[in-house]
């Protein structure tokens, strides 16, 4: 097949060459006197993405899926009350996993395409005076409706309750991507996975524990054995790993830190929100088709979940994107299974990059019959970033020293008009 696969599913995302050559390394000795370096590297870049001094970043060879484990075994015990919320597959799966453990889970089921409802949490909590909730869990980015929640407003919600439980946050789709603060929000536990924000393939669960977290370990009594954190912990102070760490990931996410850190995190966040509000122009304003995110508060800056109209199959949608011009769009899971499709934008990605997907998606739902203005979609997302100020990350050329702005130079296409 000429060309190549156009990958826009929420993850796994494309990984950049700079990355892909990073891992072409040969195996070594996982217990060489230079092995620690690689660890300790790593352990500092993802201080610097958590935005963390104290706590502990863990690398574990599993997805994310793992590190959602390793968060609830290694703090609570079995009939523990933690309190969750409901609005997509992924907060659903991460529910369906406490109560898998034999965790209570008081669950708020939301609406799909709303988020994390902070006034009842706030009730609940306050409403909690025994203080028997012993974490509270965020999905801080519903990956299946393209939904991101307020998590400081989670931490407000506990403080103003004055009530101690954990905070456990699923970052998966977000970090490196969103705005994330795991000292300033007062995180416990958060989680995430190397497919992501870290452009990397999946294989990797990332995870940051805060010293209250840690301190939970010796009264919780959940099993576990292989996400044993202090075994960990006791491995990684020595800049080694308990068992055999999956070393080319490693060497990759070395490279993805580097990335990160060049670009810098405010600009990947500056970024990731300027390229989704194009994604969103194409599908609002262009397609005139809804997001499954209900209110702008909930939009999602790493994925658009595109609701088709009445009698349009997604599934027929995204095989026609598949079939006929390779390019890979998400689905919808479970609820909106058929319902809706979703662009991924969230790690290496440009506006050029994304009018594919935008052209791709415009291209298949005529195909399967959605009346729309063909070439709607390009139009308005072109013309939202003609008309804003790129973040630094996306120019090939540094701008010269005084130059005019990009925002404010003429634009022919518009002045014309
Ligand atoms: C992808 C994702 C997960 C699952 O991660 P895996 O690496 O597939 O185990 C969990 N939560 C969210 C929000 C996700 O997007």
């Not at 028997?132 to 103003?160: H, M």
């Not at 509000?277 to 999602?300: D, F, I, M, P």
């Not at 791709?360 to 739902?365: I, L, V």
Request: charged share 20%.
């Amino acid at each position: 097949m000429a060309g190549r696969n156009f990958l826009f599913v929420p993850g796994p995302t494309n990984v950049p060459d700079r990355i892909q050559r990073a891992m072409m390394v040969s195996m070594e000795d996982h217990r060489s006197p230079r092995f620690p370096q690689l660890t300790q590297t790593i352990m500092a870049g993802l201080r610097e993405v958590f935005r963390t001094q104290s706590g502990t970043p863990f690398v574990f060879p599993s997805s994310g899926t793992g590190c959602w484990e390793a968060a609830l075994t290694n703090t609570l015990s079995p009939g523990d009350k933690v309190l969750a919320s409901r609005f997509g597959q992924f907060s659903h799966l991460w529910i369906d996993m406490c109560e898998r453990l034999g965790l209570d889970v008081q669950i708020v089921d939301c609406e799909w395409g709303t988020g994390v409802p902070l006034q009842q949490y706030q009730d609940i909590l306050k409403a909690d005076t025994q203080h028997q909730i012993k974490a509270v869990l965020v999905c801080q980015n519903e990956t299946a409706t393209g939904v991101a929640s307020d998590v400081a407003g989670v931490r407000e919600a506990l403080d103003e309750a004055v009530h101690p439980a954990l905070l456990f946050v699923d970052c998966v789709s977000s970090l490196g991507c969103l705005e994330f603060r795991f000292d300033d929000w007062g995180i416990d536990m958060a989680v995430s996975g190397s497919q992501k924000g870290f452009m990397l393939p999946a294989g990797l669960g990332i995870l940051c524990a805060s010293p209250k977290a840690l301190a939970m370990y010796p009264s919780s009594k959940l099993k576990r054995a292989y996400f044993d954190l202090p075994d960990m912990i006791q491995s990684n102070a020595t800049g080694y790993f308990p068992y055999t760490p999956a070393l080319t990931l490693m060497y990759g996410l070395v490279e993805a830190l580097k990335m990160i850190s060049e670009e810098g995190l405010d600009n990947i966040i500056a970024r990731h929100h300027y390229l989704a509000e194009g994604v969103r122009a194409a599908v609002t304003q262009g397609w005139q088709l809804k997001l499954c995110a209900k209110e702008q508060r909930w939009h999602s800056d790493t994925v658009s979940a595109v609701m088709l109209p009445e009698g349009i199959a997604g599934t027929e949608v995204i095989a026609r994107a598949y079939h006929r011009y390779n390019l890979s769009l998400g689905g919808g899971l479970s609820k909106v299974a058929g319902k809706l499709f979703r662009i991924g934008h969230l790690g290496d990605m440009n506006e050029i990059h994304l009018m594919a997907a935008i052209n791709g998606a415009e291209m298949a739902m005529l195909d399967c019959g959605v009346k729309l203005q063909p070439g709607s979609g390009a139009a308005a997302a072109g013309n939202y970033w003609r008309t804003h100020e790129a973040p630094s990350g996306l120019c090939a050329m540094p701008k010269p020293q005084g130059a005019q702005s990009d925002a404010t130079r003429p634009n022919p296409a518009l002045s014309s008009r």
